[in-house]
Each structure stands twice: as structure tokens, then as C-alpha cells.
């Protein structure tokens, strides 16, 4: 169902001007593109005549960042996440797992405190998808970013997520806010899929949806 997901993310990220309404970060209105938000796209559109490392901080070069000491954290992150020994190979020498991590590192390099992930996964086939949502959820959390993901799988928006926003038709509204606790120590999205509690959000937000879509 389209109801302009992606363009709200890109209103948010400063990339498309807003009709309406005032967009707030840190109780700080926001205008045009702010360096306290980061977004990463369906695709990881990685340039293939650079390295990965040199793909990984593109970044920090455009927005004029590039400092020792901002590469000496994107050799950390390289390092943290099993990556830095590729960091001389180039892009298709890597699986579309390792592309999506890559892609990941090049976006938190400029220190956002806000997240944005469009489908973030959803050129992926599915057992690749599956291993990588949990690969990119102990990132999020090992390094503390708020993040806002557009997603239209029921499975990956549970299994991810703290809370779930589920928008009406066009023009879309806030229709519910669903608050998702697994109350596990070790939670990631494989341990969810498996929780009694799982099949339970998801009943309730395919009903949700299901009633949008007869409705339409």
C-alpha cells in the first residue's frame, strides 16, 4: 500500500520540502538537511571503482569531515563489525550481506544521532535478509542510534523494532502506535521471531492492515 513512507523519510532527512507541519530534532526545529540525521536507501549504492574503505568515508569527504580522527572511527567500526580486512577489496568482491553492513558503516561514519532506514533490506533475498536484520540490530544498539525504518514486512517491523506506527491510506494519518516489549535480556530479531509473543503482534498488526486493504 503506498502512502508516501518514503517521501515522509525524505522530508525528514531535508531532501524534499514539506507541505506542512514542522519537522524537530532534539526540540530543535529542523530545516533542509541536518548532519544529526543519516539515511541509508533500499539499495546500497556503493561506488564500485572505490574501495571499501574508501567508499566508507565518501561521506565524511562531501560534507568536508574527513579528520584523523573521524577515520580512526571508521577503521573502529571496520574493525567491530568483521569488516576491516576487506576494507582494501571493492564492492563486488562482497556479498549483498557485507554490501548492506558497508553501506551501514559509511552512513553512522558521520555520527548521526538519527537513523533512517527506506527497505533498507528489501533487495536482499530472504535467508540473507533474515541474517543481516540481526546483523544491522546489534549496530543499532551497540552503538545507541535512534533509528526510523520504513518497512512493509509485518515480521521485520516486530522483530526490530520498539515501537510500530501504522499509517492509514492516503493521505496518510497515524493510525495506531503499536509499543512492541519481548521482555528478553538478549533480544535480537531471530530471538523474537521465536517468542510466543511474536505471532501475537503480528496477528494484530495484519488485521490492522488487512482491514486498510478491503477498505481501499
Not at 531535508?14 to 530534532?25: H, M, P, T
Not at 576487506?86 to 559509511?106: E, H, N
Not at 493510525?175 to 517468542?195: A, G, L, Q, V
Request: proline share 2%.
Amino acid at each position: 500500500m503506498d502512502v508516501g513512507k518514503s517521501t515522509l523519510l525524505s522530508i525528514i532527512a531535508g531532501l524534499e520540502k514539506k507541505s506542512s507541519g514542522k519537522i524537530y530534532v532534539d526540540n530543535i526545529e529542523s530545516e533542509g538537511v541536518s548532519n544529526k540525521i543519516g539515511y541509508m536507501l533500499q539499495k546500497d549504492s556503493l561506488l564500485e571503482w572505490r574501495t571499501i574503505y574508501n567508499n566508507v568515508i565518501f561521506g565524511l569527504e562531501i560534507t568536508k569531515r574527513k579528520t584523523k580522527e573521524n577515520e580512526e572511527y571508521v577503521k573502529e567500526l571496520l574493525k567491530k563489525y568483521n569488516l576491516y580486512e576487506f576494507k582494501d577489496k571493492y564492492p563486488s568482491q562482497l556479498s549483498g550481506g557485507m554490501r548492506q553492513r558497508v553501506a551501514l558503516i559509511r552512513t553512522l561514519a558521520i555520527r548521526p544521532e538519527i537513523l533512517l532506514l527506506d527497505e533498507a533490506f528489501s533487495a536482499l533475498d530472504y535467508q540473507t535478509r533474515i541474517m543481516v536484520t540481526k546483523d544491522i540490530y546489534n549496530i543499532l544498539k551497540n552503538e545507541n542510534i535512534t533509528t526510523l525504518m520504513v518497512t512493509h514486512d509485518i515480521s521485520e517491523a516486530i522483530s526490530m523494532s520498539n515501537r510500530v506506527i501504522v499509517l492509514t491510506a492516503r493521505p496518510a494519518t497515524v493510525k495506531k502506535t503499536h509499543i512492541i516489549d519481548f521482555e528478553m535480556e538478549n533480544r535480537n530479531p531471530m530471538n523474537c521471531r521465536k517468542s510466543p509473543k511474536f505471532s501475537k503482534y503480528f496477528d494484530s498488526l495484519w488485521k490492522e492492515l488487512d482491514v486498510d486493504a478491503k477498505e481501499e
